[in-house]
C-alpha cells in the first residue's frame, strides 16, 4: 500500500475565496490581456491599450468595495500546527491595496500622453505597470515570508524594466543603478529570512513571533541577525537613509510618470513590507527594531528635507530631483509611526503610517502630474509665471505644494503630519518628534519658494501650452481628491482609531 507524507491529504483540499483576491488578480488579469491584445492590434490603435489597463485598474478598485464593507477575508490556509493564513484581506491590506491600485490608475491617465510623446512601446509598457501594481496590490495582504518575498519582487522586476525603456541614454544608466542596488538588497533580505526561518521553524509571520519568542539561547544570534538583514531590504525599497542612493538618478532617467509610480507605489509596497515584518514577525525584538526605525526615520527625513533645499532654479531636472529629494524626507515621516509601533508595543500607531500614505499618494502623484504638463528641461525656472500661461495647472500644482508642505489650504496635509507627530508622543519618542517638527519647517522653504515662482512675473511671453484630455483628467482627479480630504479628512483619518489587523 502506498504510504502517502501526510496523514489526511484531504486537509490540504480546500476552496479559494476568490473575492479576496480579486484585486490584485483582476490586475494580473488586465496585464495578460494587455499583452496578448498587443499582438493583434494595429499601430494606429495601440493606444486603446491605455485606456484597456485604466479599465482593470477600475475593475480592481471596485472589488475593494465589497471587502471593505464585509469581515476580514482570508485564503491559502494551512491547517498544521500553528497554521495561519498566506492571504488575508484586513482593513490594513485594503488600505495599501486602495493606495497601489488607484496609484496605478493615476499614473496610467499621466501616462497615456508620455507613451505616444516619447514613442515607448505601448504594450510592454502597460503590461509592465500592470505587472508591477499587481505585485504591489498583493504585497500588504501577504502573511508569509515566502509570499511576502515574491510579491515584493514581482512589484520590483517590472520597475527596472520601465525605467529602462526611455530610449534617450539617461533611462538605460538608470536603470542599471536601480537594478544593481535592488538586487543587492533583495540578497541581503533573502539570506535575512533564511537565518529568521532556521530559527524560527516557520515562514508564517504570525508562527515567527511565536518561534522568536521561544527560541532555544544557541539561535537566539542567528534569528536577531536575520531580523536585521530583511529589515535592510525592506529599507531599501522604502529609500529609507543610507539605502537612498538610487532614489535621484531613477527618478530623473525614468519616463515622468514612471517616477511618480516608483514615488508613491514602489515605496507604499516597501512600507507595508516593513509594516508587516516588523509588527507582525518581530514583535518580540519589538523595542529593538523600533529605536533602530527611529534613528532610521530621523536620518531619512533630514538628509531628504537638507537636499530638497539645496536644488538650485536652474539646474536640468531640477524639478523632478527636488521632488525625489522631498519623497525621502516624506518617507521619514512616514517611518515614524513604525517606529512608535515598536516602542509602545503595540500596532495601533500603524494607523497614521496608513492615513499619511493615502494622503501623500494623492497629493505626490498630483505633483508629478504638474511637472509633466509643464515637460521641457525640468529646470525649476520653467515654472516661472505658470500661473499667467495656465491658470488651473498652477493653482493644482501650488495646492499639491502645500498638502506636502502642511500648509493651508493643503489642510489634510497638516493633518496627516499631526496624526504622526502624536504617534511618536504617544510611544514616547519626544526626541523623534522635535527631529520631524524642524524638519517641517525646514521643508517650508524649498516647497514655499517653488509655490512662489508659480506666480512670480513670466521672463517673457508665452502662449499656453495644450494640455491632453488624460492629463488634465489626472490633474484634476488629484486636485478633487486632495480637496475633499481636505474639508473632510475624517474619510483616511479614520484608520487611526481603528483596528487594522
Not at 475593475?59 to 493564513?85: E, Q, Y
Not at 507595508?272 to 516588523?278: P, Q, R
Not at 518617507?331 to 508595543?345: D, H, K, Q, R
Amino acid at each position: 500500500m502506498t504510504q502517502l507524507a501526510v496523514a489526511d491529504p484531504g486537509t490540504l483540499v480546500q476552496s479559494v475565496d476568490w473575492t479576496a483576491i480579486a484585486p490584485p488578480l483582476i490586475a494580473a488579469l488586465a496585464a495578460l490581456a494587455v499583452l496578448v491584445t498587443d499582438l493583434f492590434l494595429p499601430e494606429a490603435r495601440k493606444r486603446l491599450l491605455g485606456w484597456l489597463s485604466a479599465a482593470g485598474l477600475l475593475a480592481a478598485l471596485v472589488m475593494l468595495i465589497p471587502l471593505a464593507l464585509g469581515d476580514t477575508r482570508s485564503t491559502f490556509c494551512f491547517r498544521s500546527p500553528g497554521g495561519g493564513c498566506s492571504y488575508t484581506a484586513d482593513p490594513f491590506a485594503l488600505a495599501f491595496q486602495l493606495l497601489a491600485l488607484g496609484g496605478a490608475l493615476l499614473t496610467v491617465l499621466l501616462s497615456l500622453h508620455t507613451v505616444d510623446e516619447e514613442k515607448l512601446p505601448g504594450g510592454e509598457y502597460w503590461f509592465l505597470l500592470l505587472s508591477s501594481a499587481c505585485g504591489a496590490a498583493l504585497l500588504p495582504a501577504s502573511r508569509d515570508l515566502a509570499t511576502l518575498v515574491i510579491a515584493l519582487e514581482v512589484a520590483t522586476l517590472p520597475a527596472f524594466a520601465l525605467v529602462a525603456l526611455r530610449r534617450d541614454g539617461r533611462g538605460a544608466e538608470s536603470a542599471l543603478k536601480f537594478f544593481l542596488s535592488s538586487v543587492t538588497a533583495t540578497a541581503v533580505m533573502l539570506l535575512g529570512v533564511s537565518f529568521v526561518y532556521a530559527a524560527a521553524g516557520t515562514i508564517q509571520l504570525q508562527g515567527i513571533a511565536d518561534g522568536l519568542a521561544h527560541a532555544p539561547g544557541q539561535l537566539k544570534p542567528l534569528a536577531e541577525a536575520g531580523a536585521v538583514l530583511t529589515l535592510v531590504g525592506f529599507a531599501f525599497k522604502t529609500a529609507a537613509v543610507p539605502f537612498h542612493f538610487w532614489v535621484p538618478d531613477t527618478y530623473v532617467g525614468a519616463p515622468l510618470p514612471v517616477a511618480g509610480y516608483l514615488s508613491v507605489v514602489g515605496k507604499a509596497a516597501g512600507l507595508s513590507g516593513l509594516a508587516l515584518v516588523t509588527t507582525l514577525a518581530f514583535r518580540p525584538y519589538g523595542h529593538t527594531w523600533g529605536l533602530v526605525l527611529a534613528v532610521l526615520a530621523a536620518l531619512t527625513m533630514t538628509v531628504g528635507n537638507a537636499a530638497a533645499l539645496r536644488q538650485r532654479t536652474d539646474t536640468p531636472y531640477g524639478a523632478v530631483r527636488l521632488l525625489a529629494w522631498s519623497s525621502i524626507g516624506q518617507a521619514g515621516y512616514l517611518l515614524v509611526p513604525l517606529a512608535a509601533a515598536g516602542c509602545a508595543g503595540s500596532a495601533q500607531p500603524l494607523g497614521a503610517t496608513v492615513a499619511y500614505a493615502l494622503i501623500y499618494g494623492l497629493v505626490n502623484l498630483g505633483a508629478f502630474g504638474a511637472v509633466a504638463l509643464v515637460g521641457g528641461s525640468g529646470r525649476l525656472d520653467a515654472f516661472r509665471g505658470l500661473a499667467a500661461r495656465n491658470r488651473w495647472a498652477a493653482f493644482a500644482l501650488a495646492f499639491f505644494l502645500l498638502c506636502l508642505a502642511g500648509l493651508p489650504p493643503g489642510v489634510v496635509g497638516l493633518f496627516g503630519k499631526v496624526v504622526v507627530f502624536r504617534a511618536a508622543v504617544d510611544a514616547g519618542l519626544g526626541w523623534l518628534a522635535v527631529v520631524m517638527a524642524v524638519n517641517v519647517v525646514v521643508a517650508l522653504a524649498y516647497y514655499l519658494k517653488w509655490t512662489a515662482l508659480l506666480f512670480a512675473p513670466a521672463p517673457e511671453a508665452a502662449g499656453p501650452r495644450r494640455v491632453p484630455a488624460p492629463l488634465t483628467a489626472a490633474l484634476g482627479l488629484a486636485a478633487c481628491g486632495a480637496a475633499v480630504l481636505s474639508v473632510a479628512p475624517q474619510l483616511v483619518l479614520r484608520v487611526v482609531s481603528g483596528s487594522l489587523f
